[in-house]
Nanobody, 125 residues
Framework: QVQLVQSGGGLVQAGGSLRLSCAASGGTFSTYTMAWFRQAPGNGRELVAVVSWGGGNTYYADSVKGRFTISRDNAKNTVTLQMNSLNSEDTAVYYC??????????????????WGQGTQVTVSS
């Protein structure tokens, strides 16, 4: 059974940094694309960043490009989102997710079959 357990997040002032981590268990972590999504109140869940199974390919939403960095450690079965220069528009619940099929580099939310529990990130201005 696949489980994704998130840690990190919290309250930070605008301009500050936070680090989110996601620990995976079950399945062969190194063969699956991982991603971070976020959902702000009243909005749908949007894609933030993606990293391919080997870490060689990454994607960032335009709104976070240059500020956020996604990385993974396949030896530790973890994926991390480093968030810098945070602003109020980054306030949301953040979710890590694992693709449903191995070796599938996808930006489509529907292709992600497993989700973490969600972590609140609040940026105060």
């Amino acid at each position: 059974q696949v489980q994704l357990v998130q840690s990190g997040g919290g309250l930070v002032q605008a301009g500050g940094s936070l680090r989110l981590s996601c620990a995976a268990s079950g399945g062969t972590f190194s063969t699956y694309t991982m991603a971070w999504f976020r959902q702000a109140p009243g909005n749908g869940r949007e894609l933030v960043a993606v990293v391919s199974w080997g870490g060689g390919n990454t994607y960032y939403a335009d709104s976070v490009k240059g500020r956020f960095t996604i990385s993974r450690d396949n030896a530790k079965n973890t994926v991390t989102l480093q968030m810098n220069s945070l602003n109020s528009e980054d306030t949301a619940v953040y979710y890590c997710a694992r693709a449903g099929r191995s070796y599938d580099y996808t930006l489509n939310k529907r292709d992600y079959a497993y989700w973490g529990q969600g972590t609140q990130v609040t940026v105060s201005s």
